[in-house]
């Protein structure tokens, strides 16, 4: 099978250190291998997304020297794709829609005798469920009258479909689902029509990517993806969540560290061969897949 990977930034800011250690990551694992990497803009988030940033990606790469094997998908242009995906998981009633505002979990949370710890990276605080049990008219009701919602996964009837589940990372090796890990997340909303979630697993399968390869402070979401390919039938991949570049404070880097944005570097003169040697350090903990 044709090694098949992608990167998958968002237009949102400048490319950073660790920006480039995940591209060099999807880029080398299939070179290496005789296959291909994917260039692919996340991009739903129209909130947050500017013009400018599409070809700065693209510029920042080329300089890097790594390739694409084809025209970069935007994954705003895929709406459809993810509301027949959406239209699916209705269908086998394992989404429910949910009214609740970000401020009224956060305060539902904070009264609750044993509030939920984990989160999800992506949306915030474990939701309680407060949607979960409201009845059928109610919803309706709701509905009718205007009220913005979100549709959100339901854990428990999708791990009494799927049944047990497993996905293979190299880094990590087999790990078993849990599905009830970041409790039941958004899977659409009305002004986004996808999360994350549904947005990449859609693609993945659609562009038939072999390896995902991504941040291992991705690592939880991927539970959520592998209920999702089972639940819409889609081909499982090889997973790879790798190190993270972090700062001097042991942080994840962000868009905010601008002095650690590749376009400053270009601009301080840096060549690529001085970015990959300040990346060594992290590739040496790979480097049982990564050669």
Known sequence: MKVITRFAPSPTGQLHLGHAYAARVAFEYARQRGGEMLLRFEDIDFTRVRDEYYQQIEDDLHWLGITWASEPWRQSSRGQSYRDALQQ??????????FCTRKEI????????DAPQQGDLLEGPLYPGT?????????????AEGQSYAWRLNAEKARKISGALFFNDLSHGKIPVDHTLLGDVVIARKDIGASYHLAVVCDDAV???????????????????????????LPQPNYIHHALVI????????KR???????????????PADIFSLLEVYAKSESAWLD
Do not use: F, N
């Not at 998981?89 to 949910?98: K, M």
């Not at 956060?106 to 005798?113: G, H, L, N, P, T």
């Not at 390869?213 to 039938?233: I, K, N, Y």
């Open 247 to 254: 700062d001097a404070d042991g942080k994840r880097l962000a």
């Open 131 to 143: 949607c979960k049990t409201i009845s059928l008219h109610e919803r309706e009701q709701r509905t």
């Open 89 to 98: 998981l209705i269908s086998a009633d394992v989404v429910y829609p949910c």
């Open 207 to 233: 562009q038939q990517v072999t390896h995902v390869t991504r941040g291992e402070d991705l690592l939880a979401a991927t539970h959520v993806h592998r209920m999702l390919q089972s639940l819409l039938q």
């Open 257 to 271: 560290h601008d002095a650690m944005s590749l376009k400053k570097m270009r601009g301080d003169g840096m060549a």
């Open 106 to 113: 956060v305060r539902e949370i904070a009264a609750m005798v």
